[in-house]
């Protein structure tokens, strides 16, 4: 198996590139939420640029659309297209590569952006599955601030009403969002209690950025039946560079010439590491 | 000096009056970085209510506080306001008629690459077809100033539109005719009208200069007050031209082109000619690089403008 660990710090690395080069991008929230991606992409889902048309193959929603700069350097890496095109064109005018997910694009199910969609649309894609007897799972990303929004909570009902076992949620729980602390923004730290309280399977990720314990609580989700799972996947913002880490302000930022050397540098130290395990 | 963004006077206005009043209360949905109300929850705290990202609760909560005599500004990306909170504007906003001002921020396109998710391209239609609810689009900080000083004496639900970045002046300082809910007239001429509001009322503006030297004399009215709409301003400015253009930052269906093709149509024919962004996902990039693409620029408008003349 490839060496996932690494893998997530190569991405980041594209997207800083991305960022970079397209002078815009939300930066903290495609940190923090690299790993969650590099596991569910190489390791649990069956997808791939080849069996896009196969109604049997597993699904994926990034509820969190801002973080498309992510998404769109998993989805190169998986071969859905060229990682250098989306460098040389993201966020430039005419550009397909535009700051959130598009289905225009191979590999993109649906378009999102305005947060609180993604769960609910999940729903209905994991209702689909049900109905047809199939065996693909789904699977939707979520901002810890996004689940503010009470589409969320309708879309939370229904999939534990359903008995949604073929859906597994994932939130992002970075612990920031534009205006700071989740916890003074919204406060919602009884984050576990309540999904569990809407009839969900919650497993609480200790390391989000950890793909070890990600694999193990994603395994662990597919083991659960009669219930959806929701992974409260405990991340740091920023993830990568001490430059970005846990600062409310590079929700959306591009760094300076100073920045970005030690960012660069952070990211590579720490993929020379993950490479020697 | 530096300029100003609509957005950013709008909370200078709100944080003066609030210092005074203390049921002004401004409202944010995890938007107060990008609506420049930070000043606001700084400065009056106990008059700031944050809701996290939550739109729909927003409106709802500024309804019920409104309901119990505050005055709640509402600001939150004019995309979101508009549409995912649609209902609670129509029916807890609009229809209980609670006095509650839904400052819509960076509309248009003014979030570029962001994506049609983003824009906010619907907004004048959707929210000028509930009874009840008003809707304006100022122009510039001076105009905005304006507006909002009245604003702040009503107690009827408003919706108000403005850009994210500082746009160039329409008007100048100690000269920013305004009265409300009336066009302003920028110019007459007896060619071409051109009607405008928001952000297109200065290359509107512009555009006369050019066709100007080409011989071709334009009006230009600045329609800041989309809903009530001043049709006595249209009528005048249509019955003394040979044709109109209608420029703004919306989708071509139900916004200020169609309400203006109305109200010509009806009361004195002639051609009328809408420039506005397309029926379909935007182009990708920055709102000028959008602008100039759909010729929403001061050439594009009097090339436009001479097309209907001809
Ligand atoms: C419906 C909606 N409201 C507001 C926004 C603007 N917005 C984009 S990202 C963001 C903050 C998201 O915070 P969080 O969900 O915690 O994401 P993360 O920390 O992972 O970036 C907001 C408010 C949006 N995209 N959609
Ligand atoms: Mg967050």
Redesign the interface.
Same mark, same amino acid.
């Given at each position: 198996m490839e060496n996932l660990k690494a893998l997530a710090y190569e991405l980041r690395e594209n997207v800083i590139d991305m960022i970079v080069e397209?002078k #815009?991008g939300h930066i903290g929230g495609d940190m923090s939420v690299m790993e969650i991606l590099t596991e569910i992409y190489f390791d649990q889902m069956n997808i791939s640029p080849e069996n896009m048309d196969d109604p049997d193959r597993d699904k994926f929603i990034m509820s969190k659309?801002h973080s498309v700069e992510a998404y769109y350097a998993v989805l190169a890496a998986k071969g859905f297209f060229d990682i250098k095109d989306v460098i040389a064109t993201f +966020?430039?005018?005419? +550009?397909?590569f535009?700051?959130?997910p598009?289905n225009k694009l191979p590999g993109i199910e649906m378009? +999102?952006?305005?947060?609180?969609h993604g769960l609910p649309v999940s729903v209905g894609m994991a209702l689909a599955g049900k109905m047809d007897k199939k065996d693909y799972r789904v699977y939707t990303v979520m901002g810890d601030?996004?689940i #503010?929004?009470?589409s969320v909570w309708e879309g939370a009902m229904a999939a534990s009403h359903y008995k949604l076992d073929n859906l597994c949620a994932v939130i992002d729980r970075n612990r920031l969002?534009? +205006?700071g602390n989740t916890e003074d923004?919204?406060a919602h730290d009884d984050v576990h209690e309540r999904w569990s309280s809407f009839g969900w399977n919650v497993i609480d990720v200790a390391d989000g950025n950890d793909i070890d314990q990600l694999k193990a609580a994603f395994d662990a989700a597919k083991e659960v039946k009669g219930k959806p799972t929701v992974l409260v996947a405990n991340t740091v913002k920023g993830k990568g560079s001490s430059v970005m880490e846990n600062k409310a302000n590079w929700h959306h930022k591009v760094p300076n010439a100073e920045e970005l050397e030690q960012i660069r540098k952070d990211l590579a130290e720490r993929k020379e590491a993950a490479r020697r395990g | 000096m530096a300029k100003i963004a609509n957005k950013q006077v709008i909370c200078d206005i709100l944080v003066e009056a609030g210092k005074k009043d203390k049921d002004i209360v401004a409202l944010?949905s995890?938007?107060?970085?990008?609506a420049s109300f930070t000043g606001f929850a700084n400065e009056l705290p106990e008059q700031f209510v944050?809701?996290?990202?939550?739109e729909?609760?927003l409106v709802s909560i500024s309804a019920g506080l409104a309901k119990c005599g505050k005055k709640p500004y509402a600001a939150s990306p004019a995309?979101?306001l508009s549409t995912?909170s649609y209902e609670q504007c129509k029916v807890d906003v609009a229809y209980s008629n609670t006095n509650v001002k839904l400052v819509g921020i960076s509309g248009g396109v003014s979030?570029g690459?962001?994506?049609?998710? /983003?824009h906010s391209a619907q907004d004048i239609a959707a929210m000028s077809a509930v009874p009840n609810m008003r809707v304006y689009i100022p122009s510039d900080h001076f105009q905005t100033e304006c507006l909002m000083k009245e604003l702040i004496k009503d107690e009827k639900p408003a919706y108000i539109r403005v850009g994210r970045n500082a746009v160039d002046d329409v008007y100048e300082e100690g000269n920013v005719p305004f009265e409300m809910d009336k066009a302003t007239v920028i110019c007459e001429g007896c060619d071409v009208a051109i009607i405008a509001c928001g952000e297109m009322v200065k290359p509107a503006k512009d555009a006369a200069e050019l066709l100007k030297a080409e011989g071709i004399s334009a009006g230009v009215v600045d329609m800041y007050c989309v809903k009530p709409l001043d049709t006595e301003a249209i009528v005048k400015a249509a019955s003394g031209a040979k044709a109109v253009v209608t420029v703004e930052e919306h989708a071509p269906f139900g916004g200020l082109g169609s309400m203006v093709s109305q109200v010509v149509g009806s009361e004195c024919p002639k051609k009328v000619i809408n420039i506005a962004l397309p029926d379909a996902p935007v182009?990708?990039?920055?709102s000028k690089?959008v602008f100039d /693409?759909y010729k929403m620029t001061a050439e594009g408008i009097a090339e436009k403008a001479k097309e209907a003349l001809k």
């Amino acid at each position: 198996m490839e060496n996932l660990k690494a893998l997530a710090y190569e991405l980041r690395e594209n997207v800083i590139d991305m960022i970079v080069e397209g002078k #815009a991008g939300h930066i903290g929230g495609d940190m923090s939420v690299m790993e969650i991606l590099t596991e569910i992409y190489f390791d649990q889902m069956n997808i791939s640029p080849e069996n896009m048309d196969d109604p049997d193959r597993d699904k994926f929603i990034m509820s969190k659309g801002h973080s498309v700069e992510a998404y769109y350097a998993v989805l190169a890496a998986k071969g859905f297209f060229d990682i250098k095109d989306v460098i040389a064109t993201f +966020s430039k005018f005419g +550009s397909q590569f535009i700051g959130h997910p598009n289905n225009k694009l191979p590999g993109i199910e649906m378009n +999102s952006g305005s947060l609180g969609h993604g769960l609910p649309v999940s729903v209905g894609m994991a209702l689909a599955g049900k109905m047809d007897k199939k065996d693909y799972r789904v699977y939707t990303v979520m901002g810890d601030g996004e689940i #503010a929004e009470g589409s969320v909570w309708e879309g939370a009902m229904a999939a534990s009403h359903y008995k949604l076992d073929n859906l597994c949620a994932v939130i992002d729980r970075n612990r920031l969002q534009i +205006s700071g602390n989740t916890e003074d923004v919204m406060a919602h730290d009884d984050v576990h209690e309540r999904w569990s309280s809407f009839g969900w399977n919650v497993i609480d990720v200790a390391d989000g950025n950890d793909i070890d314990q990600l694999k193990a609580a994603f395994d662990a989700a597919k083991e659960v039946k009669g219930k959806p799972t929701v992974l409260v996947a405990n991340t740091v913002k920023g993830k990568g560079s001490s430059v970005m880490e846990n600062k409310a302000n590079w929700h959306h930022k591009v760094p300076n010439a100073e920045e970005l050397e030690q960012i660069r540098k952070d990211l590579a130290e720490r993929k020379e590491a993950a490479r020697r395990g | 000096m530096a300029k100003i963004a609509n957005k950013q006077v709008i909370c200078d206005i709100l944080v003066e009056a609030g210092k005074k009043d203390k049921d002004i209360v401004a409202l944010c949905s995890d938007s107060r970085g990008s609506a420049s109300f930070t000043g606001f929850a700084n400065e009056l705290p106990e008059q700031f209510v944050e809701t996290g990202i939550a739109e729909q609760n927003l409106v709802s909560i500024s309804a019920g506080l409104a309901k119990c005599g505050k005055k709640p500004y509402a600001a939150s990306p004019a995309c979101f306001l508009s549409t995912r909170s649609y209902e609670q504007c129509k029916v807890d906003v609009a229809y209980s008629n609670t006095n509650v001002k839904l400052v819509g921020i960076s509309g248009g396109v003014s979030y570029g690459a962001l994506g049609m998710s /983003h824009h906010s391209a619907q907004d004048i239609a959707a929210m000028s077809a509930v009874p009840n609810m008003r809707v304006y689009i100022p122009s510039d900080h001076f105009q905005t100033e304006c507006l909002m000083k009245e604003l702040i004496k009503d107690e009827k639900p408003a919706y108000i539109r403005v850009g994210r970045n500082a746009v160039d002046d329409v008007y100048e300082e100690g000269n920013v005719p305004f009265e409300m809910d009336k066009a302003t007239v920028i110019c007459e001429g007896c060619d071409v009208a051109i009607i405008a509001c928001g952000e297109m009322v200065k290359p509107a503006k512009d555009a006369a200069e050019l066709l100007k030297a080409e011989g071709i004399s334009a009006g230009v009215v600045d329609m800041y007050c989309v809903k009530p709409l001043d049709t006595e301003a249209i009528v005048k400015a249509a019955s003394g031209a040979k044709a109109v253009v209608t420029v703004e930052e919306h989708a071509p269906f139900g916004g200020l082109g169609s309400m203006v093709s109305q109200v010509v149509g009806s009361e004195c024919p002639k051609k009328v000619i809408n420039i506005a962004l397309p029926d379909a996902p935007v182009i990708t990039g920055t709102s000028k690089e959008v602008f100039d /693409h759909y010729k929403m620029t001061a050439e594009g408008i009097a090339e436009k403008a001479k097309e209907a003349l001809k």
